[in-house]
């Protein structure tokens, strides 16, 4: 993401995994772990929505932790069908964010990932944030979302995904009650609306 990025690797449960660390310039707030889109289809950490929450995140104040799911970049192992990317995504929170404030976000399958974290770890730990975006629900079951933790949650969906329809993310939400920030327009990728994609993620975790 810039200069600053720090890469180093963690123990992951099938071998190491590739972790990228950018930190706030000020005063830190938390950690914040961000995963990506789906690793069959070109998703990674450079991915340039998950970059995008990575920046809001230190602009935040929070220590924005990317990482590859087993068997992307540097990351050893195979593809799991998100079960074994679960345990990765614990892994690298437990090694970077033991204790302290937790910020969980992801974007389309890494969305879908942080969905099931969020429920594994909520009866274990305080999350203070939750930020999903393009949550892949027409092709993964994904968890609900603790009642107590909707105050906290963002969920983004472009109104013309036409990768993830807005209506599969509705049809996810609406058992929960669970709002859904749409953006017109919007496609997966968010092509054009980046810097809006940022400015409300911002908005969420600096509330």
């Not at 929505?49 to 990482?67: D, I």
């Not at 614990?90 to 970077?96: F, G």
């Not at 969980?104 to 969020?118: D, E, I, N, P, Q």
Request: hydrophobic content about 45%.
């Amino acid at each position: 993401m810039n200069a600053q990025t720090e890469f180093l690797s963690v123990a992951g449960p099938v071998g190491s995994l590739e972790v990228a660390i950018d930190r706030p310039s000020g005063e830190v707030h938390g950690t914040a772990v961000i995963a990506h889109p789906h690793p069959l289809h070109g998703g990674t950490f450079t991915n340039k929505v998950v970059q995008t929450l990575a920046r809001a995140c230190v602009q935040s104040g929070w220590v924005a932790v990317r990482f590859n799911f087993r068997g992307v970049g540097q990351s050893e192992g195979v593809y799991d069908e998100g079960r074994g990317e679960l345990d990765d995504l614990l892994a690298v929170t437990a090694a970077q964010a033991p204790s302290g404030p937790l910020c969980l976000c992801g974007f389309s399958f890494g969305a879908f990932v942080t969905s099931h974290a969020v429920a594994r770890l909520h009866a274990a730990r305080s999350i203070d944030r939750v930020v999903l975006v393009g949550t892949a629900a027409s092709r993964f079951d994904v968890a609900p979302i603790p009642a107590e933790l909707h105050g906290r949650s963002l969920v983004i969906h472009g109104e013309q995904d036409d990768t993830v329809p807005l209506s599969a993310v509705m049809d996810w939400a609406r058992p929960q009650s669970l709002p859904v920030l749409v953006v017109p327009g919007g496609g997966h990728f968010f092509h054009g609306q980046l810097p809006l994609l940022r400015d409300l993620a911002l908005r969420h975790l600096q509330a």
